[in-house]
Nanobody, 124 residues
Framework: QVHLVESGGGLVQPGGSLRLSCAAS????????MAWFRQAPGKEREFVAA????????FYADSVKGRFTISRVNAKNTVYLQLSSLKPEDTAVYYC?????????????????WGQGTQVTVSS
């Protein structure tokens, strides 16, 4: 059983930056595909970014491409999401997710493990 804990959310002004972290425990982190999803009030959970086991391959939603960066440090069992040039529409609860099977998916239904979420609010 994999346990995921997100941190790093908060209130930031438009154009600002945040770095989210997700610490994993209870499994072999380097075997897991890791992803970030987000969910805004009244909306469905949507894919943000994903990264392969080794970190060599990354995938992004079109809405965040060029502004967000996903990365991982397997030695620390941690995946990160760097958020830059933030917009009010990025406001959401951000969730870390893990999947033990390939290929990388953008569907939340494919992910086996989820964190509790961290709130990101972009507002002036």
């Amino acid at each position: 059983q994999v346990h995921l804990v997100e941190s790093g959310g908060g209130l930031v002004q438009p154009g600002g930056s945040l770095r989210l972290s997700c610490a994993a425990s209870g499994g072999t982190f380097s075997w897991l595909i890791m992803a970030w999803f987000r969910q805004a009030p009244g909306k469905e959970r949507e894919f943000v970014a994903a990264i392969s086991w080794s970190g060599d391959s990354t995938f992004y939603a079109d809405s965040v491409k060029g502004r967000f960066t996903i990365s991982r440090v397997n030695a620390k069992n941690t995946v990160y999401l760097q958020l830059s040039s933030l917009k009010p529409e990025d406001t959401a609860v951000y969730y870390c997710a893990a999947d033990a099977t390939a290929p990388i998916s953008r569907s939340p239904g494919r992910y086996d493990y989820w964190g509790q979420g961290t709130q990101v609010t972009v507002s002036s």
